[in-house]
C-alpha cells in the first residue's frame, strides 16, 4: 500500500527537524532533507516547496500538538492532577535530542523573520489563554490557589517549560524527563490553595 499524503508529509517533517536540528534552519539544505527523508526532491517540493513552508508547518505541527494536549487536560476532572499529566508529557517531548537545538532555531529566527515571529507569538497566546483557561476551572473547583492571575501564573509555567527545553539545548546530556518529580512539588506548592484562601 503505498502511503497516503499524510504519511508522506509526516516523513518530510521528521526528516527536516533532523537536519535542522543537526544544522539550523539556514544551514540545512532541502537536498539534505530529501536526502534524510529517503525522497526525490520532487516528492519534498510537491508537499514543502521552500525552507520557509517547512519551518511553518513544524510550528503550525507543535502549535496542534499542544493544543491536544490542553484538550485532554479540559477532559480531566482533577486541574492539578492534569496539569502535572501535562507536565510530564512535555517533558518527555522536550527529551527528544532535537527539541533543545529547534527550541532554540525557532527562538532566533523569530527574531530575523517577522513571518515565524506571528507564528511563534500566535501559538504563544494560544497556549497562554489554554493554560489561563485551566487555572480558572481549578479555582472554582477549589483546587488552584484564588489569589493568583491565571494569566500570569499561565506565563510563568510556560517561561519555566521554555527554560527547560533551552537547558536540554545547553546540556544535550540532561535528562528533562527526570525533572518531572521536581515539577510535580513546585507546581503543588505553587497551585494549590493556602490554608484560608479556598
Not at 516528492?43 to 511553518?56: C, E, N, T
Not at 545547553?170 to 503543588?188: K, Q
Request: aromatic share 6%.
Amino acid at each position: 500500500m503505498a502511503p497516503s499524503a499524510d504519511d508522506r508529509r509526516r516523513q518530510i517533517l521528521a526528516a527536516a527537524e533532523v537536519c535542522f536540528a543537526r544544522h539550523g534552519f539556514h544551514q540545512a539544505s532541502m537536498q539534505e532533507i530529501c536526502t534524510q527523508a529517503n525522497l526525490s526532491p520532487g516528492s519534498v517540493y510537491r508537499y514543502f516547496p521552500s525552507k520557509d513552508a517547512l519551518i511553518a508547518a513544524l510550528i503550525d505541527d507543535h502549535r496542534k500538538q499542544t493544543s491536544s494536549l490542553f484538550a485532554a487536560a479540559h477532559e480531566q476532572d482533577d486541574v492539578l492532577a492534569a496539569l502535572v499529566w501535562m507536565a510530564g508529557e512535555i517533558l518527555r517531548d522536550i527529551d527528544r535530542e532535537a527539541v533543545g537545538p529547534l527550541h532554540f532555531e525557532c527562538t532566533a529566527e523569530s527574531v530575523r523573520n517577522p513571518r515565524v515571529a506571528a507564528q511563534v507569538r500566535q501559538a504563544d497566546a494560544e497556549a497562554v489563554g489554554e493554560l489561563a483557561e485551566l487555572l480558572r476551572r481549578g479555582q472554582v473547583a477549589g483546587r488552584i490557589d484564588p489569589t493568583l492571575d491565571p494569566g500570569s501564573t499561565a506565563r510563568t509555567l510556560i517561561a519555566l517549560i521554555d527554560g527547560l527545553a533551552w537547558r536540554k539545548f545547553i546540556d544535550p546530556t540532561a535528562d528533562v524527563a527526570g525533572f518531572l518529580d521536581t515539577m510535580r512539588t513546585l507546581l503543588d506548592r505553587f497551585l494549590t490553595p493556602t490554608r484560608g484562601t479556598s
